[in-house]
Structures are given as structure tokens and as C-alpha cells.
């Protein structure tokens, strides 16, 4: 890593210091692509093209396209593209999907040849055609390794809180994904803090991906396309988070058919639109939700609540048009937004806002082009005050970032394939416009807005040897320059561990001068190797550095957690991850079994001295600390695909510790979200064919917490005192629960009716199991009189301590 010393012309830097890396990367690119397609243009076709649903022509993400009698194969990226070059000849060629019926067709390749396949879904077709999955053997064949996918209709089946579909809730049963806690936002993974994890819809990133405080996602389950998790072995193509990339898509809307869906639930009802524009060529989708808790609940509040608002909506549009078979263009944008007001004197919004752009374009057969613009803005809100004039508070704070982002895939042949871009962000952060009213009196206490910008490259390729071995290799270029435009303050050493540092120094700058800068190189290789036909080993490493920080020192985020920029006081995040899985297949394909161990090494990770004050500081960066930190850990995941009884059950082993000077007495410490042991299990049974079940049980080891080991009594009281400092030195109680549902489906009786209704009653927490969020240490009696005994106790806070019913109705319109 190289780290500037001063001020300097942004200009300077980018010319001398990211520029001549990247030309000569991006040289090198250009040689090996022209030299490698010099070599297989002589006596080659290629056959290229999408593979969609035939019902409603959206594109289908991971689908197979093979050549029947040889092991000539790929799967269409993320935009449903594919291609294949081969020897001239006569070939089957075979495209298939999960839950869709296989088409064939055979094909003579004298020269290049765009073929779309429209794929059927399963119980849409005749009895005598045969129904495959992706590939059967995907999971062993398959290069990648610590990468989970949902599908939206592997979701909907899930039990869920009050009825409600959740992606959120839906990755935290898979191996190495945890939470601290019921309602806690955000989630965890292989032994990282929430905010290590990208979470992107549609290549925009969301900054708070929850509703009402954790309870729910912000993706709307009816505008979903599909999930994917990185864990490990991230691409190249991918950078900004250390610990995994969650990459959802959005649907592109049915162009085929005007359609209408939608739920009505117990806490709130969703509404979704999608219908051709030009059929065949353009749609669009248009979604909807609105909690209304408040509502129902207004009936039955006192005088002092009765202005209580506490809902959530959220709208995501998303539209496309096709030009040709060449161009394709892609707008979408998401919009939601919490309201909590406890009445009429205080009031407290969170949300986000994302618009992206994409424009697909083919240059060849062979050469696919993805060029994306988007623009992403969380921020939340507080007011309080009975009257605004004479005494009052108004807080408002954001992140706002825009990004281009061109990426491109060269198909050299089906065992080949090289992808190369890169990406520009430019941010603007805003950690307080805070306006304090006192006796008519304003105060402004607002904090200096923050800039910067966030470049990269990357390369990265993907090739079979051997027909046993494949490999996916890669580096990726980062760079990142804190912006001035605001004071920059120097700190010096805290007069003892555990104080804030001193301040020791302020010095203006202009805006777009480089206050400080780093370039990191980001290698990332990943190897799968076939043993047989069942079974396969696979290993990856990764680098990762990430330069911007979420400042949270409570048990969970909440909304008011503050994000800020690598500064030249706070250096950015980097982690090294090494993994090694084995991937067996069984009993003709029935159970995919699989078993992975890690470890990741992290480097300046941020914590904060014990009372740190986050909120509305000027000088936090004197009270962020920076420490080192290991994760480790092994997970065993088995899979049922066939049959009426299908689902999965997953047992995770790991740590995740932190070493940081100042805390612990310089001592390795757990993590708040470290989690021994982590075990689930998620069923499905078909009762008929239009009745089923699911369950999942989870049971997970208690997280760690920092409690008072000691007291002593003043004045009547008594007060708690950890002795020696520990930092999570006890674990609260383990966590488990038991959820259940069960789904009546008539659509599946009378498919050819135009309205299609589903019930889904639920039960979540079925044997109301009081799972402690936290345990804190209060007096019993409050103050006592002298000589009389002070009575203390350890008090454990619950979120969810009942059982919860729920019965919700889905309905389709076409």
C-alpha cells in the first residue's frame, strides 16, 4: 500500500500514481485478448445468444447450454447471455434450467449463429418431457465455491415472521451467515461486521438493507428476481467489502402478458405491476408495499401516543427496452423509507434511494459489454420538540455515492473466458446538518461534510485444463483518495490507553485536494479440481481492502450509525481469506453434500475506546482505534434436491476474534459477533399437490457481551465495575427456535384461471422461547437507606418472547 503525506492536486495523483498502473494493466489485457482470440479465430463458430422464460421473457441468471455427446458446456451470466465456440459440425444442442423442462434443438454451425432458447416451466409442460435442474452435478462441476443462490421460489417457501417473505431472513440459514440477535439489522458473515458485507440491488448499493429495525428486508419479494451470496472466492470483478457480496436482482418485468400480483398480510400488503410495453421487446415492473401496524394499532393508545406512526414503505420501478439483438437497456430505481414518531412532539425516518442504469451491448459473438450508472443515497431524520420556534432539535444525515462502472466478457471458447473493467465512485458523506433550539435561540452543531473518490481495475479469467481442473484468476486495482473541503485534524498519543487521543493540529483545505490516498493490489484465485463424476475439491484465496467505515460502537446498527471515509487518520480495512472445500454428490444425485474450512487474517480493523461518543463529534476519529483481527471456522452443508421431502441442514464451527491496543488489556478478545456453534435446519414436505409444509429450526451459540464482574456502593446505590477492563468477557444465553408453515395453493388445481390465490398460515417461534437479546446488571430496589441490603440483578432484555401467528394471502393476475 502506498499512503501520501499531505494535500496535493488530485490531478497529480491520478496521473502519477493510478494511471500509468492501469494503462500498463489495461495494455497487457489488451495483448492477452488479442493474441489468445488470434490463436482460436482459425476453423471456430460461435454459437451465442439468451435463454429466458417463455411465460414472461425475463432472462434466466446460471442456465446450461450443452452440446449433447460432448463435454462442450456453459451457463448464461447475469444477464441471461451465453456463448459457445466450437468446431464447425452438426451438434444437439441442449439448454435447461431449475424447475424448467429442457429444450433441444439441433443446429448446423458452418458459421457464427445467435440462438435464444424460451424455456417452459415445469408444470406448464406435457408428462413426457423431461424435467432437469441446472446441471445435477453443478455443485461438484461447478468452479465456484462458497457462493450460496435463492431462487425467489426457494424463498417464498420458507416460514416466515408474520407471513412475510424475506430475503434478510432467508440467507441467515445458510453455513457461515449469523446474526447477534432477533430484530438486529443487517447480518454477518464468516466472522465480519455487517458493514464488510456489500449488499447491491441491481449494482446499487443499499447502505441499511432493513425495515422496522431489523424485522424486515427493503427487497420486495414480488419484484425479486434471484440471490446470490459470496462468502469466499469473490471474482475479481467484485471489490469495496471484506467479508461477502449479497447480489440481488431485480425482475425485468413480463413482456409478454400483462400480469398482477400481490399479498395481503397481517402487518402490511404488497402490490406488484408488470406488462409489456412492446412485446418481445420492452416491459416493465412496478412494486409496491406499506406497512400499516400503526394503523390497527391507533384504536388502542392513550392520550399521550395517540400520534404514534410507526410503518414503512418501499417502491422499486424497473423498465427495459431492446433496440436489437445487440442492445439492450436497463433502468430500475428503488425508493423506501421507516416512520417512527411516538407522537406529535418527536419524530425519527430512515431510508434509501438507488437509481441504476444499464446498457448491455454485444461487440461480437464473443465479446459481451455491460456498462452501469447508479446513484445511491441512504439518510435518516430526527426532529423533536413541542415547539419548533422556542425549543427543539433537528438532525438530518447521509451517504451519497455515483458510479460508473463499464465491465466486459470475452468468451474465447466454452472452457475460456476473460473479463476485464473497471469502476469510478465518487461519494459524499454528511454525518450531521444538526439545528438545536433553545428559549428561540439556535445553536448549529452540524459536522463537516466529508468527499471521496474510489477507482479500480480489474482483470480476471476463467479457463478449464486438463477437462479436471479449472481455475479462475484474477487481480484487482483499487484506489482511494480522501478529499479535502473541510478541517483536517491531526491527533497525537492518548495520555493513557483507554483516553481519547489529543488534539494536536487543524488545518483547512480546499475542496478536491488529496488529503490522503492508497492503491492496493487485490489478487484473487480460485482452483476446482475433479476427483469423479460425484465428487470434487476445490480451494480459493482472496484479497480484499475495504475504504469506508461504519462508526457503531452499539450491540446492533441501528439507523443512526454513522458511515465515514478512510481519512489520514483512519486506514483502510484489509483481509486475506483462505478456503478448502470437498463437494460430493449422493445417491444419484439426491443429496449434495459439502464441507468447507477458512480462515481470514484482517488487517486496521476500527474499534473505538470503551465510551467512545460517536454521535455528533467532530473529533471522533481520536477515539477510533485500529487492531487487527482472525476468523476461522469449518461448514457442513446437506442438501435433499428430490423427492416430497426436500430441504437442507447446515452446522457451522467458527471464531472470530479481535486484537487491538487500548482494549482488553492488549489481549485477544471475541468479537460481539462471534458465534461457537451455528446450526440449521430448513425442510419442505409435499402433503399433495396443493398442500405443503416447511419448517427450520435454528439454534445458535450465545454471542458475547461485556458485563460487570464487580461493584462498589455510593450514596444508596450500587454501581456496576468491570475489573480489568475485559471487553466481551461473558456469553448470553444460546439461542434457538422452532418456526412452521403451511401453504394452500389451489392455483395448482386450476392453473387456467386468470386469478390464482394462496394461503400461507405461519407460526414463528412455535414453543415461545424467550431468546435474550442482551443482559445488563441494574439494581433491584433503586436507592436504599443506609444499612439497609442493596439488592442487584442481571436482567435479560427479550425482543420476540411469544409465539406469533400469522395467516397472509398471495394472489396472482394475468
Known sequence: MLSGSGPRSYLAVETGRLGKPALRLAATLLFLVGFISTLGAQDRVTLSGYVRDASDGETLIGATVQLDGTTLGTVTNAYGFYSLTVAPGSYTVRASYLGYAERKVVLELNGNLTRDFALEEAGSVLQEVVVTAVDEDENVSNLQMSVERLDMSTIEKLPSLLGEVDVIRSIQLLPGVTTVGEGAAGFNVRGGSID??????????????????GFFSVFNPDAVKGVQ?????IPARYGGRLSSILD?????????????????????????VEAPLVKDKSSFLLAGRRSYIDVLAAPFLNDNLSGTRLNFYDLTLKTNYRFSDKDQVFLSGYLGRDVFSPGDAAGFSWGNATGTLRWNHLFSDKLFANLTVYYSDYDYAIDFGDDPDEDAFNWDASIVNTSVKPEFSYFVSPDNV????GQAIYYRFEPANAIAVSGGDEIDISLSRQWALESSAFVENEVTLWDRLKLNYGLRLSHFAYLGGRNIYEFGEAPREGLPRPLTGVTPTERNEVIDDWLNLEPRAAAQFTLNSTSSVKASYQRTVQYIHLLSNTTASIPLDIWTPSTNNIQPQRADQFALGYFRNLSDNTYELSLETYYKDFANLVDYIDGADLILN???????????????GAEVQLKKNKGRASGWLSYTLARSERLVPGINNDDWYPTRFDQTHNFNLTAFYELSDRVSLSGTFVYNTGTPTTLPNSGYYQLGYYIPNNAGDARNNF??????RLDVSLTLDPKKEKADRRWQGQWIFGIYNLYARRNPFTIYADQLDGRTLPGQAINTEAIKLSVVGSIIPSVSYNFTFQ
Open 196 to 213: 464488510q458485507n456489500l449488499v447491491i440491488l441491481d449494482e446499487a448499493p443499499v447502505f441499511n438493507s432493513s425495515h422496522l429495525f
Open 229 to 233: 451470496l459470496y462468502k469466499g472466492g
Open 248 to 272: 440481488v436482482r431485480m425482475k425485468e418485468g413480463n413482456n409478454q402478458q400483462f400480469e398482477m400480483q400481490g399479498g395481503i398480510g397481517t402487518i402490511f400488503s404488497r402490490l406488484s
Open 418 to 421: 476473460i473479463r476485464f473493467g
Open 618 to 632: 467532530e473529533l471522533v476519529e481520536g477515539q477510533v482505534l485500529s487492531g487487527e483481527g482472525r476468523a476461522y
Open 731 to 736: 456469553r448470553i444465553p444460546d439461542y434457538h
